[in-house]
T-cell receptor, first 113, second 114 residues
Framework: EAQVTQNPRYLITVTGKKLTVTCSQN?????MSWYRQDPGLGLRQIYYSMNVEVTDKGDVPEGYKVSRKEKRNFPLILESPSPNQTSLYFC????????????FGPGTRLTVL | AQSVTQLGSHVSVSEGALVLLRCNYSSSVPPYLFWYVQYPNQGLQLLLK??????LVKGINGFEAEFKKSETSFHLTKPSAHMSDAAEYFCAVNYGGSQGNLIFGKGTKLSVKP
């Protein structure tokens, strides 16, 4: 089944404790992206990647890191999480063209205490 | 800055009534336009998309949207609401072609009353 998977789905952590949210897609998509969703703000892009070893900042990159060492994986790293990073996070992927549908993962709900 | 605006953060309709969710974009050059739906505790699912073919686009679950260049709009409609349509709906726009990123509206939460 074609899908985008994220792990973990739920995470409660404390300020300053490094964490990684994994994202994997099995559709051979070139483009992958991370978003955060907050009430009343919609989805805001954190980072995106056009292909392996090519990543770039989105609208809200501060406090986050990403890497794209393999085409299928695009992990999101929070080196020192803070409470303002409490949010719902979505990974997405698509083929290269901007007219193509983006497929979304199920989401990761992160709480930073 | 390029943007996308959804009018109304909450819309409530009765079952069987017309659903109209509004979306306006900000560029004079027609972008790629999408509507996504998010059911409670789920990810986003594509409803429909406009990519410069027909201006009236039909999607899943009886939804459709009409691209109007003169109004820079891409409103989502459904003739008769079902209880199962209760969800949050997001309009999204890609202004940058193949290299572009999706810009999302803030979402409209649709409630359907029995």
């Amino acid at each position: 089944e074609a899908q985008v998977t994220q792990n973990p789905r739920y995470l409660i952590t404390v300020t300053g404790k490094k964490l990684t949210v994994t994202c994997s897609q099995n559709m051979n998509h070139e483009y992958m992206s991370w978003y955060r969703q907050d009430p009343g703000l919609g989805l805001r892009q954190i980072y995106y990647s056009m292909n392996v070893e090519v990543t770039d900042k989105g609208d809200v990159p501060e406090g986050y890191k990403v890497s794209r060492k393999e085409k299928r994986n695009f992990p999101l790293i929070l080196e020192s999480p803070s409470p303002n990073q409490t949010s719902l996070y979505f990974c997405a992927s698509r083929y290269r063209g901007g007219h193509n549908e983006q497929f979304f993962g199920p989401g990761t709900r992160l709480t930073v205490l | 800055a390029q943007s996308v605006t959804q009018l109304g953060s909450h819309v409530s309709v009765s079952e069987g009534a017309l659903v109209l969710l509004r979306c306006n974009y900000s560029s004079s050059v027609p972008p790629y336009l999408f509507w996504y739906v998010q059911y409670p505790n789920q990810g986003l699912q594509l409803l429909l998309k406009y990519t410069s073919a027909a201006t009236l686009v039909k999607g899943i679950n009886g939804f459709e949207a009409e691209f109007k260049k003169s109004e820079t709009s891409f409103h989502l409609t459904k003739p008769s609401a079902h209880m199962s349509d209760a969800a949050e709906y997001f309009c999204a726009v890609n202004y940058g072609g193949s290299q572009g990123n999706l810009i999302f509206g803030k979402g409209t939460k649709l409630s359907v009353k029995p």
